[in-house]
């Protein structure tokens, strides 16, 4: 059946009729048809690029350190003052991971800092703030003596070496440990000179036992064991 369209203004007032031949009104159809799956095309094209926008971005976030309250330059960090908070890579912004925690308790704040803020590492002290009743040894160890997975904000055990049958003991005898003393790795240093996997070691203990694990340690009579924080 041919489609009719109505046509005013003929010369003898009469209205025409003209018949649109029906290839013509396919042609409009199939038309119609291809800016509909064109439009769905770019639809679903749109929506997987947000997808992958947004899943990009979910997966660059990175776990970092954020204060948890104000704090001036000068204060000693604690963990109390710090919390995870995940944020989105890039930036450009230098940040703590959480994962670093262990390492920056402790430290100074060299500038002011307001609750809610990033830890940057530009914004902490250059050393380490020991507080009354506390000291920093330096150990020299060789390979053996120490765990070899032995990070900064460890947690080790002093332990005393000495034969228990030696006499040759001038450092036995000026030592002062009651007991094994326990400290908190603050820094490693491989040994350059040695070549053999040998560290200096500085650990952060109780005063009253740094001499005597100075002193152990100058006749090679320690080793660091791993323990649980807070042991």
């Known amino acids: 059946m041919a489609t009719t369209t109505t046509t005013r203004g003929s010369p003898n007032g009469r209205v025409r009729e003209r018949a649109l031949e029906p290839e013509r009104a396919a042609g409009v159809v199939r038309r119609r048809q291809v800016r509909w799956i064109v439009a769905g095309v770019l639809l679903v094209v749109g929506s997987a690029l947000v997808f992958a926008t947004i899943w990009a971005r979910a997966g660059s976030e990175t776990r970092v350190l954020v204060l948890t309250r104000s704090v001036d330059a000068g204060h000693v960090l604690e963990s109390s003052d710090l919390r995870a908070a995940n944020v989105s890579a890039g930036g450009g912004i230098a940040t703590v991971p959480a994962t670093s925690e262990a390492s920056v308790v402790g430290r100074t704040v060299a500038v002011p800092l307001a609750e809610g803020s990033l830890l940057n590492p530009?914004?902490?002290g250059s050393g380490r703030a020991l507080r009354?009743?506390?000291a920093m040894v330096g150990l020299?160890?060789?390979p053996g003596t120490f765990p070899s997975s032995l990070a900064i904000?460890?947690?080790v055990r002093v332990v005393d070496t000495t034969s228990a049958s030696s006499t040759s003991g001038t450092v036995a005898q000026?030592?002062?440990?009651?007991?094994d003393a326990t400290g908190v790795v603050m820094a490693i240093e491989a040994s350059a000179s040695a070549g053999d996997g040998s560290a200096v070691v500085s650990l952060r203990l109780d005063e009253?036992?740094?001499?005597g694990v100075a002193q152990l340690a100058?006749?090679?009579h320690v080793s660091l064991v791993?323990?649980?924080a807070g042991s």
């Open 174 to 179: 000026s030592r002062s440990l009651s007991s």
């Open 153 to 155: 904000g460890d947690h």
């Open 226 to 228: 791993l323990i649980p």
């Open 208 to 211: 009253g036992e740094a001499d």
């Open 122 to 124: 530009e914004a902490l």
């Open 140 to 142: 020299a160890l060789k």
């Open 218 to 220: 100058s006749a090679d």
């Open 132 to 134: 009354s009743g506390e």
